[in-house]
T-cell receptor, first 116, second 120 residues
Framework: EPEVTQTPSHQVTQMGQEVILRCVPISNHLYFYWYRQILGQKVEFLVSFYNNEISEKSEIFDDQFSVERPDGSNFTLKIRSTKLEDSAMYFC??????????????FGPGTRLTVT | AQSVAQPEDQVNVAEGNPLTVKCTYSVSGNPYLFWYVQYPNRGLQFLLK??????LVKGSYGFEAEFNKSQTSFHLKKPSALVSDSALYFCAVRDRFEFLDTGTASKLTFGTGTRLQVTL
């Protein structure tokens, strides 16, 4: 069964450093998402992406964040200058075919980002 | 704005007994509703969804959920719990309306999660 993959599984970085989190969505999916989950809290939407453009972003997704689909398979989340409060589990998700609003989103296993 | 409430932080049930994990939602239009499960150190796995039609929907691993429009609820149920069902369960909602040409308004809003503990 196809699945969303994410690398690395755990990233430790120092405050102020740039990090790139990588995701490979399911191959025929068209809509892509990033969510995050701060330890012990709920899963929060960050950004959605379709047709090489951001569709929607939350107030969390400020100028320090960016997303990119550099080739036909990868979908990346970049945090330009990490802050302590960026420490969280980051989930990538993808959704299927155009024209069907009802498709569920499939989530990757997550990248745990620890900012020290 | 859309929101989800999961009023119980934890639900404890004995193996073999029925289980219910509660969820209520708020959305401006008509909802699409989802349940996801998260096992330790794993991502979110899709369990089931309500889109339209029969209010009782069946999903993976013997789980089902009942959509109740008047009570704006979508409780997760299973007739007979297993120890292996112990995990964190998230309810999620999104509005049916979406700009399909951009994907705008397709985000999921999650509840805070309910930890299900099934014991022998």
């Amino acid at each position: 069964e196809p699945e969303v993959t994410q690398t690395p599984s755990h990233q430790v970085t120092q405050m102020g450093q740039e990090v790139i989190l990588r995701c490979v969505p399911i191959s025929n999916h068209l809509y892509f998402y990033w969510y995050r989950q701060i330890l012990g809290q709920k899963v929060e939407f960050l950004v959605s992406f379709y047709n090489n453009e951001i569709s929607e972003k939350s107030e969390i997704f400020d100028d320090q964040f960016s997303v990119e689909r550099p080739d036909g398979s990868n979908f990346t989340l970049k945090i330009r200058s990490t802050k302590l409060e960026d420490s969280a589990m980051y989930f990538c998700a993808s959704r299927g075919l155009a024209g069907d609003r009802s498709y569920e989103q499939y989530f990757g296993p997550g990248t745990r980002l620890t900012v020290t | 704005a859309q929101s989800v409430a999961q009023p119980e932080d934890q639900v404890n049930v004995a193996e073999g007994n029925p289980l219910t994990v509660k969820c209520t939602y708020s959305v401006s239009g008509n909802p699409y509703l989802f349940w996801y499960v998260q096992y330790p150190n794993r991502g979110l796995q899709f369990l089931l969804k309500y889109i339209t039609g029969d209010n009782l929907v069946k999903g993976s691993y013997g789980f089902e959920a009942e959509f109740n429009k008047s009570q704006t609820s979508f409780h997760l149920k299973k007739p007979s719990a297993l120890v292996s069902d112990s995990a964190l369960y998230f309810c999620a909602v999104r509005d049916r309306f979406e700009f399909l040409d951009t994907g705008t308004a397709s985000k999921l809003t999650f509840g805070t999660g309910t930890r299900l503990q099934v014991t022998l």
